[in-house]
């Protein structure tokens, strides 16, 4: 169970900070806890879960030394591209839905790899491919970002300054 001002991975929403946990009744009228979680990243927006709500992914982030770790990892990750495009589309997507900091690290950089490839080639990236490299470099980079305490913003010159 996470406490009062844990910072979160919460479903595809991004870091969420908990800001409350309280009792109060479900949609079948018994006393649960509820998680108010709200967005760190984003403004106006409160969301309220069960503790034990099992059709959402919730997690703590990973630890600044973590986030050093994957940064070190980075070159040697091989790519998960794969020529056929409804297989990756499968596979990104699942791999995005998973939820794992080191899956968006290797999305981002497989995907980030190939459209530098495709650019060179004066070709471009299916928009499918970017939408999820966005999505993958937005959930990477708040995460990375609570756990160095520094702006999502700053995230990539981060990674460029310390990446081997």
């Known amino acids: 169970m996470f406490k009062i001002n844990d910072h979160i991975i919460y479903n595809n929403m991004g870091v969420c900070r908990v800001v409350d946990i309280r009792k109060e009744k479900d949609i079948n009228n018994n006393e649960t806890d509820f998680y108010i979680l709200q967005p760190v ?43 056929d495009d409804k297989k990756r589309n499968e596979l990104f997507k699942a791999t995005l839905k998973k939820g794992e900091t080191k899956g968006w690290v290797n999305l981002v ?51 460029l300054e310390h990446v081997s």
């Open 41 to 83: 990243y984003e403004n106006n927006l409160t969301i309220k879960t069960p503790v034990n709500n099992k059709k959402v992914f919730m997690r703590k982030i990973i630890k600044r030394e973590d986030v050093f770790s994957l940064i070190e990892s980075m070159p040697k990750q091989e790519s998960m591209w794969i020529d």
């Open 109 to 159: 950089r497989t995907i980030y790899l190939e459209k530098q490839e495709k650019t060179a080639a004066g070709k471009k990236l299916m928009k499918i491919d970017e939408d999820i490299m966005k999505a993958a470099e937005k959930n990477l980079y708040e995460e990375f970002a609570a756990a160095l305490n520094i702006s999502p913003e700053e995230v990539l010159p981060f990674i």
